[in-house]
């Protein structure tokens, strides 16, 4: 398989082995560009469909199922834990809080990935990169599941991890991961936007191989979330694809795996994509208000959803060109949204961790607002796990989120050491 990196902007192209992370010449992003006839001639639904039902390496894997698509790479040289193959959900009671019916909202899970978050996905093809080029050391800036991913790679794959954190700002869940898999983790006294520009800068001096979304190869991965969301649909394509935006990696490899497989005829439409923000750190939004005539940064971003506190999102270009692919939008949820949104899928049995949940509170407030339709195909991912932010759903159903209406708390009840007590109040419940 050929493939090459390609700058988004002016086209130039390098070798694959490359250690670069932005054009040399005009300093855009880059692409993994593949040939897609090559890969065409390569591929095809029953391949996939075969490979489904086989546990052998790395087909089992829901990234590496796809791996024409991902990265041309030698078996012995991919890490994989293996990731992916993640749920696809109905619910009634998340369909029926967004205004959508049970056969038309579908949620898939990314939180069901083995560190629980998507980002398990882009670090397959991330740290198996590293390995391809010989690197010893990756880094990453993080606010929080990058840096859970990518020190469990790291580890599996035998190299070192450093992580950037923004200090004191990132939930327990993913720190304790980070912490726990070994990688060295730097508490930056900053937010995450001071943290991303310093790994940045120091990375190329240092040797180390860089692992945030800004690096192509981990997008590749990560378009692995829609072409098997397409495959678990029959390749059906849905009205509308929702995902939240934080540094835009996903939005990004989304535009990208559409893009592609269009291309590659296995999807003659696309999906319309609509990338939620939180309303205190909206960068993306508030560029797509202008018609991305100005591209907007803010400057201290603020949300309960730690994983989208995001001001300077380094993706940003890419994610454009997804919403002009996929005639997408952006829209703001608020922080009451997120978290009751969050109630109702932790309430259905599923539950994911805040920033997943605005994807949820988008697709309400966008039926409500007559955008999307009752009739529509909706496919919301959601991003990750339950158990990344204990404090936040805590806090919510102690209803000690302060500023929030937390409408759909849970409260503990507290009672006696003594059975007439717990009878009493067990009888006042199942017969209010
Ligand atoms: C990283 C992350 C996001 C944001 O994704 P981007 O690709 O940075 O836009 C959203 N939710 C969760 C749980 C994440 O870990």
Redesign the pocket.
């Given at each position: 398989m050929y493939s090459v990196l390609k700058c988004i902007k002016c086209k130039k192209e390098y070798p694959l082995n490359e250690l670069i992370y932005e054009c040399k010449s005009c300093g855009a992003l880059l692409d993994v560009q593949h040939d897609l006839e090559e890969v065409k001639e390569a591929i095809s639904k029953e391949l996939f469909d075969k490979r489904l039902g086989t546990r052998q390496f790395p087909y089992m894997s829901g990234v590496w199922r796809y791996r024409e698509l991902i990265l041309p790479v030698e078996e012995k040289m991919i890490i994989s834990r293996p990731e992916g193959n993640t749920n696809l959900y109905k619910s009634k009671k998340a369909a029926e809080f967004v205004g959508s019916t049970l056969e038309n909202l579908r949620l898939k899970h990314?939180?069901e990935n083995p560190t629980g978050?998507?980002?398990d996905r882009g670090m397959t093809s991330g740290v198996t990169q590293a390995n391809v080029l010989g690197a010893e050391i990756v880094a990453c800036a993080s606010?929080?599941?990058?840096s859970a991913s990518m020190a469990a790679f790291a580890a599996v794959g035998n190299k070192k991890a450093i992580v950037f954190i923004p200090e004191g700002k990132i939930a327990y869940g993913k720190l304790s991961q980070a912490l726990a898999y070994g990688g060295i983790t730097l508490q930056i006294r900053g937010n995450f936007d001071d943290a991303m520009k310093l790994v940045k800068e120091v990375s190329l001096d240092l040797n180390l191989y860089l692992l945030n979304?800004v690096n192509p190869f981990r997008l590749e991965g990560?378009k692995s979330i829609i072409i098997e969301l397409l495959h678990q649909l029959n390749w059906e394509v849905p009205d509308w694809l929702v995902?939240?935006?934080?540094?835009?990696?996903?939005?990004?490899?989304f535009g990208k795996a559409l893009h592609e497989l269009k291309e590659l005829g296995f999807i003659d439409s696309l999906p319309r994509l609509a990338?939620i923000q939180a309303e205190g750190s909206a960068p993306l939004y508030l560029s797509y208000k202008t018609g991305f005539e100005k591209h907007v940064e803010v400057e201290n971003p603020e949300t309960i959803?730690t994983?989208?506190k995001?001001g300077k999102?380094v993706?940003y270009t890419k994610?454009v060109r997804a919403i002009k692919w996929t005639n997408g939008l952006v829209e703001i949820v608020t922080e009451d949204e997120i978290m009751n949104a969050k109630a109702i899928v932790d309430g259905a049995g599923i539950g994911?961790?805040p920033?997943?949940c605005?994807t949820v509170a988008g697709i309400k407030k966008l039926i409500e607002a007559g955008i999307m339709d009752k009739k529509d195909k909706i496919a919301g991912i959601l991003?990750?796990?339950i158990l990344?932010d204990p404090d936040a759903t805590v806090n919510y159903h102690m209803k000690k989120l302060d500023g929030y209406a937390c409408t759909h708390a849970n409260e503990p009840i507290v009672v006696d050491a003594n059975r007439e007590d717990v009878e009493r109040v067990i009888k006042g419940i199942l017969n209010a």
């Open positions: 990314e939180g978050s998507f980002k606010t929080g599941n990058t979304s990560q995902c939240p935006g934080g540094n835009l990696g996903n939005s990004s490899a990338v959803a994983a989208i995001i999102p993706n994610a994911a961790e920033a997943s605005a991003t990750g796990n990344k």
